[in-house]
T-cell receptor, first 115, second 115 residues
Framework: DAGVIQSPRHEVTEMGQEVTLRCKPI?????LFWYRQTMMRGLELLIY????????DSGMPEDRFSAKMPNASFSTLKIQPSEPRDSAVYFC?????????????FGPGTRLTVL | AQTVTQSQPEMSVQEAETVTLSCTYD???????LFWYKQPPSRQMILVIR??????QNATENRFSVNFQKAAKSFSLKISDSQLGDAAMYFC????????????FGKGTKLSVKP
């Protein structure tokens, strides 16, 4: 298995632009998570899905952030408009169907820089 | 709310020696999971070891083992025969049982390995 795939690996954009991060979970994993990592706040959950349905989006910082999972093999995290404080590493992770609290497997992350 | 605390921002170990990284957590749940993840400079989050709270036996994975003290809410990681490739950030993480899906991370411990 190729593991969790994220794209792009690096993204540099200017303030006010729209940014879309992409994730392909491991096949057969029914749970997908988006995390954000910053020096100040560490690793924090933004949102997670079960069977393509958002379950908990309480970590989404504000309305500028949105996430979708149109099918079992693809999810997007969109920031519109982007701001410099959104600069961070964004991780996608997935876990198998059996238990929600089973091991989460992480993608390589997307390093976002907003100028 | 659950919290995870790593009190050692940085640690150093001599190659081939043993080092222990500390982690404490706070929860009112009885069913949960604990994890140690490694994050090398590549940023990839790599699972090191996993412990289920209902299991009294401490988990081991080759050179990595944990000391799980449920009553004390302590979950330390021991790395034996340290290797240069063990140098990384190490994150302790908690995941609740039941329907809660997300990982709650500590701030991390940066481990350096001296040749």
């Amino acid at each position: 298995d190729a593991g969790v795939i994220q794209s792009p690996r690096h993204e540099v954009t200017e303030m006010g632009q729209e940014v879309t991060l992409r994730c392909k979970p491991i096949s057969g994993h029914d749970y997908l998570f988006w995390y954000r990592q910053t020096m100040m706040r560490g690793l924090e959950l933004l949102i997670y899905f079960n069977n393509n349905v958002p379950i908990d989006d309480s970590g989404m910082p504000e309305d500028r952030f949105s996430a979708k999972m149109p099918n079992a093999s693809f999810s997007t995290l969109k920031i519109q408009p982007s701001e410099p404080r959104d600069s961070a590493v964004y991780f996608c992770a997935s876990t198998p169907r059996d238990r929600v609290s089973d091991t989460q497997y992480f993608g390589p992350g997307t390093r976002l820089t907003v100028l | 709310a659950q919290t995870v605390t790593q009190s050692q921002p940085e640690m150093s170990v001599q190659e081939a020696e043993t080092v222990t990284l500390s982690c404490t957590y706070d929860t009112s749940e009885s069913d949960y999971y604990l994890f140690w993840y490694k994050q090398p400079p590549s940023r990839q989050m790599i699972l090191v070891i996993r412990q289920e709270a209902y299991k009294q036996q401490n988990a081991t994975e080759n050179r990595f083992s944990v000391n799980f003290q449920k009553a004390a809410k302590s979950f330390s990681l021991k790395i034996s025969d340290s290797q240069l490739g063990d140098a990384a950030m190490y994150f302790c993480a908690y995941s609740g049982g039941g329907s809660q899906g997300n990982l709650i991370f500590g701030k991390g411990t940066k481990l350096s390995v001296k040749p």
